[in-house]
């Protein structure tokens, strides 16, 4: 495990970055499934917590036993947030398909919306350092993949949501990542079989869905197929610490919204093409 000496280097400048904001900020750590943002986001809140920098982490268990929800959040907003979660994120209901994917997308974009704006922004505007695991990209790529959704449809659902200052996206062979996850929900293997070719289907085409929609946030792009959790770790964690140090310390960016490009963008090069080996990373 990664102790916070490994980043003595940083610290300083990091500290003078939080001293000079009158807010904190928003990162936020994307990927397809099995890239490793569960383990990452985790790692970044502790290392920051043990430099005394406020942080804490956001994810679907917000507000449960498991990650509860700090004072600054009303407990009205954790119970809906709570309320909503089992229909929302499951278990799906054996005639899920008897309701329209526009249906899902919108109870969906009320979640995320309800994070956005009564969770992460006061978080935010209270000096937290707030670390997003699986923001609402993922499901803008896998909506983006139904054609019976239109891409504008989808951009304006999440487009009230607050801009992340920082997002770090995830990408793994997703031959890797089956090999990490081990087993994997209808969900992750794009509802199409649970073989795991399938799997390995649906997540490649998730990889370029994602990098399809950041073709214009430039996110930190780190590849963790051949990365320990340690290097994703340091790499990650210098890019936060760019983050708090040259991006504005105001709330300019709390309400601007972040929605697909107006034309897909397919790539042209595999998305597992610039894989970092551990001895690239600068001691």
Partial sequence: ???????????????????RRQYGIEFVVEGVDGSGKTTLTHDLVRILAESGVPAILVNKQFGTDGNPAPPLIPQCVVDRLLALYPVVWGPFPANRSSWSEKHWLFIIGSWFSLLSENVIAPLVSAGYVVVVDN?????????????????????????????????????????????????????EAGFQS?????FIHHQAELAVALRSIFSHNHPEIINTTTLSSDTVLKLAFHYL???????????ST??????????????????????MDEGELAP
């Fill in 254 to 275: 709390m309400t601007q919204g972040q929605g697909l490009p107006s034309e897909p963008n397919p790539l042209g090069e595999s998305p597992f093409a610039h894989s």
């Fill in 194 to 198: 649970t073989d795991n070719l399938s």
């Fill in 1 to 19: 495990m990664t102790t916070l000496g490994a980043f003595r280097d940083v610290l300083p400048t990091l500290q003078m970055a939080l001293d």
């Fill in 135 to 187: 923001a609402h990209y993922k499901t803008m790529a896998r909506y983006y993949l139904k054609p019976q959704v239109s891409e504008s449809l989808i951009a304006s659902v999440f487009s009230g949501l607050r801009r992340p200052e920082g997002i770090c996206l995830l990408e793994v062979d997703p031959a890797v990542a089956l090999n990490r996850k081990g087993e994997f929900s209808l969900v």
């Fill in 241 to 251: 610490a760019h983050t708090l140090t040259y991006t504005g310390a105001d709330e």
